[in-house]
């Protein structure tokens, strides 16, 4: 018999987009058709009922994969943040739920992509069942609720001031109301359809969650439980979880700067759709050629959208108009574009294919410490010069062909080089571990190492 493994998802493989959610499919298709493994199991957060308020997990079977939905998850939002932080640690309702499933399909590997609507206490239960326990770090909701460490100013958060900030940056999380209108059984499967998906965003949504008020009465009593939730994060990381797999170098270290010191590996983040290495290029720019720049990141904050323009403004006011910026993301349209740049600007808005054919050279503006920036090695691949913030995780493993930036002058000063005198971008090597085959390999090796398994 093999070994049954159990993921935990954001989303419901095959139906929700997002990078998270398409590792856990690649993982999961992958895992089924390998020997190894006996069952292959995702469990994610489902719709809320207007009828019960009691936890339970609704199975079904697709592609051979066992997806359970986890109904009346926690209320949180990855952007809005939560309101009720003493739920993120202990919520016996759901743990007990969770436990029984583990028990009942006799699972040997438990592996989180995200603790996101889900108690972390319940990990030391699983782990009193003998089962392998690993966590993927994708982005830093364990240790932020509204997943980007930048505080309600703006700035990278490292330190939380005892969960004082915190309050601060979840002052827009959803009433219980907005959440079941946005999560329940019809809105759920509504939000299909653009027009309502709009509507639902103007209700649950503040006028601009973007935007947090720099000062409020902060709830004292509020803020202990949100220093609770982050501590009981850590603990049961560094008690009960056997193996972190960090996306990036950068994630790591931001980590270990909040105290965690569980065993760990830095392994970069891909998809099945990875089959070949990235293949080096180089592309030439000639003296004052016209560039063609491209965003990707809509109106999120930690995107660094409103600064790229900043950029992009003062450069059009030096008299320099020798490019167009092309803009893909949700929200792109609430962007506010200086008048001076409105010739110079194209909003796409969201596009799920074709982007990379309007542009020359990717801008990752990122003010946010992005764990990986998945977008960075795609634009490689398809041979586009990439411009990155030194605070993009996957720019560590780059050897040569990227320009890096630390400070938005900084910027200013690369595009106005690349605009007068040209110069050369490129890709020489660094990403070789995203090959999903080798990746899948590695991991898989990882599971057997732990388990205690023989190759042979």
């Not at 206490?121 to 069942?129: Q, V």
């Not at 490019?323 to 929200?331: K, Q, R, V």
């Not at 411009?387 to 938005?408: C, K, P, R, Y």
Request: include cysteine.
């Amino acid at each position: 018999m093999g070994i049954n493994i159990l993921h935990y998802s954001t989303g419901e493989p095959f139906k929700i987009v997002g990078g998270l959610t398409k590792y856990v499919e690649s993982l999961a298709i992958s895992q089924n058709y390998d020997p190894f493994f006996n069952h292959v199991h995702v469990l994610y957060p489902s719709f809320v009922s207007f009828l019960s308020v009691k936890a339970k997990i609704t199975t079904k079977k697709e592609k051979g994969i066992f997806l359970s939905g986890l109904v009346n998850a926690n209320n949180e939002s990855l952007y809005e943040g939560i309101a009720h932080p003493k739920l993120s640690a202990q919520n016996k309702g759901i743990e007990s739920v969770v436990i029984a499933y583990l028990i009942r399909h006799n699972i040997d590997i438990l592996h989180f992509h995200t603790f996101f609507r889900l108690p972390v206490n319940f990990l030391a239960e699983a782990k009193k069942l003998g089962i392998l326990i690993l966590f993927s770090v994708h982005d830093y909701q364990p240790l932020c609720p509204v997943i980007n460490l930048l505080d309600y100013k703006g700035e990278i958060c490292i330190d939380p001031e005892n969960g004082n900030k915190c309050v601060q940056c979840n002052v827009n999380s959803l009433s219980n109301f907005q959440f079941r209108l946005r999560n329940g059984f019809i809105g759920t499967h509504l939000q299909s359809f653009k027009a309502f998906k709009t509507f639902v965003k103007k209700v649950v949504r503040k006028k601009n969650i973007i935007s947090v008020p720099k000062k409020i009465n902060v709830d004292k009593e509020k803020a202990k439980m949100f220093n609770a939730r982050l501590k009981a994060i850590v603990d049961n990381m560094n008690n009960e979880i056997d193996l972190i797999v960090f996306n990036s170098f950068l994630s790591q270290k931001v980590y270990y700067n909040f105290n965690v010191r569980t065993n760990s590996i830095v392994l970069p983040v891909t998809h099945h759709s990875f089959k070949k290495k990235i293949e080096p290029f180089k592309i030439e720019i000639g003296k004052n050629s016209f560039i063609r720049f491209g965003f990707l990141g809509g109106n999120r904050r930690e995107k660094g959208g409103r600064e790229l323009l900043d950029v992009l403004h003062k450069i059009v006011n030096r008299g320099i108009k020798n490019f167009e910026l092309h803009i893909f993301g949700e929200d792109c349209g609430n962007l506010h574009i200086p008048q001076i740049l409105s010739e110079n600007i194209n909003i796409h808005g969201y596009k799920s294919k074709g982007v990379f054919d309007f542009f020359d050279i990717l801008i990752v503006p990122s003010v946010w410490q992005e764990t990986f920036g998945f977008v960075l090695p795609e634009a490689l691949r398809n041979k586009k010069g990439v411009i990155a913030s030194a605070n993009v995780g996957a720019v560590s493993f780059l050897s040569s062909g990227v320009l890096v930036f630390d400070e938005f002058k900084h910027l200013e000063t690369l595009i106005v080089s690349l605009l007068h005198e040209g110069g050369s971008l490129g890709y020489k090597g660094g990403l070789e571990e995203m090959q999903f085959e080798h990746h899948y390999g590695k991991l898989k090796r990882l599971y057997r190492e732990k388990l205690r398994i023989d190759e042979n």
